[in-house]
Nanobody, 117 residues
Framework: QVQLVESGGGLVQPGGSLRLSCVAS????????MGWYRQAPGKERELVAN????????NYADSVKGRFSISRAINMNTVYLQMNSLKPEDTAVYYC??????????WGQGTQVTVSS
C-alpha cells in the first residue's frame, strides 16, 4: 500500500519560511503527478502546487505564485514545497498528493502549518 509521509510543518511568524517534504514509498506504478494541497478550517481542500511528471510542468494556486516553489528529488519519489513570505492566510493542514498513471489519487496524513505572530 502506498505511503506518503510529510514533514516540515510547524509554527512560523508572518514573512517567514518553511520547507515541506513528502516521501512516497511502496509505489508500484508510474506517477503521473505529485503535489501539495491544503485545507484551512471551514474551507474546502485546494490545490497549492503540483508537478506533472511527463514534461515537468508545474501549476500553482494564484494565491501562492511567487512565494511558493515545488520541486522533486532526483529519486522522483520525494517532493518538496518551499514556502516563503508566509502569510496568516496560509495557515492550513498541508497534504501531499500523488496521482498514478491511472489517475488514482493518494494522500498523506497532512502536516499543520500555522502562520502567526
Amino acid at each position: 500500500q502506498v505511503q506518503l509521509v510529510e514533514s516540515g510543518g510547524g509554527l512560523v511568524q508572518p514573512g517567514g519560511s518553511l520547507r515541506l517534504s513528502c516521501v512516497a514509498s511502496r509505489v508500484t506504478f508510474n506517477i503521473y503527478a505529485m503535489g501539495w494541497y491544503r485545507q484551512a478550517p471551514g474551507k474546502e481542500r485546494e490545490l497549492v502546487a503540483n508537478m506533472i511528471n511527463d514534461g515537468g510542468s508545474t501549476n500553482y494556486a494564484d494565491s501562492v505564485k511567487g512565494r511558493f516553489s515545488i520541486s522533486r528529488a532526483i529519486n522522483m519519489n520525494t517532493v518538496y514545497l518551499q514556502m516563503n513570505s508566509l502569510k496568516p492566510e496560509d495557515t492550513a493542514v498541508y497534504y501531499c498528493n500523488i496521482i498514478s498513471q491511472f489517475r488514482i489519487p493518494y494522500w498523506g496524513q497532512g502536516t499543520q502549518v500555522t502562520v502567526s505572530s
